[in-house]
């Protein structure tokens, strides 16, 4: 008669509760470290797009006055149809290029349109200085508005400003953080 014969038993493997509810905290205080830094990354990449967005605009328009000898104006705009009124400062909302043909300033049935944009998100304002409500090129390149600048605020981090002198030429600089 055999006798049977003892095996020693099998280990099971897996993980404790302890070791779940560890690591899951770790993961959690990894993830509020994170956090911040992304926010941030985020909101200086739409502030960027932005800014971008407005420069080529800007450049698109010059280039414009200078190829077809018009004037060109881009203006800000709420709906994408027309120019913003002269108390509107603020740029969020979009803005219109267009070739001034009946050199009145506004967007008419007349005028040809260049570029439209139906503005940025992640933006908490794009203001212009003054009254600035629309930069006008002249054929020569020059602008007929004058020096503008445009604040770009981004709704954490640091604002950015683009400056256009009279000759049509754009600077940026960076502000400080916004509070």
């Known amino acids: 008669m055999r006798l049977p014969v003892c095996q020693p038993p099998r280990q099971i493997s897996g993980y404790t509760l302890i070791e779940l509810v560890v690591a899951t905290a770790l993961l959690a205080i990894l993830i509020q470290l994170a956090v911040p830094p992304m926010s941030r990354l985020l909101s200086d990449w739409q502030r960027d797009n932005a800014t971008r967005a407005i420069t080529d605009h800007l450049a698109l328009a010059?280039?414009?006055?200078?190829?077809?000898?018009?004037?060109?104006?881009?203006?800000?705009?709420?709906?994408g149809l027309r120019c913003s009124p002269g108390s509107n400062r603020e740029w969020k909302s979009g803005w219109l290029v267009f070739q001034d043909i009946d050199s009145n300033g506004q967007f008419s049935p007349s005028d040809k349109l260049v570029a439209v944009s139906q503005g940025v998100s992640g933006i908490q304002s794009i203001r212009g200085?003054?009254?600035?409500?629309?930069?006008?090129?002249m054929p020569t390149g020059m602008m007929a508005s004058g020096m503008?600048?445009?604040?770009i605020i981004p709704e954490t981090g640091a604002s950015q400003r683009i400056i256009i002198n009279r000759i049509g030429r754009i600077q940026l600089s960076t502000g400080q953080p916004a509070e």
């Open 62 to 79: 010059r280039s414009e006055a200078i190829r077809w000898s018009r004037r060109v104006v881009m203006c800000s705009s709420a709906d």
């Open 129 to 137: 200085n003054a009254l600035l409500q629309r930069f006008v090129f």
């Open 148 to 151: 503008g600048t445009l604040e």
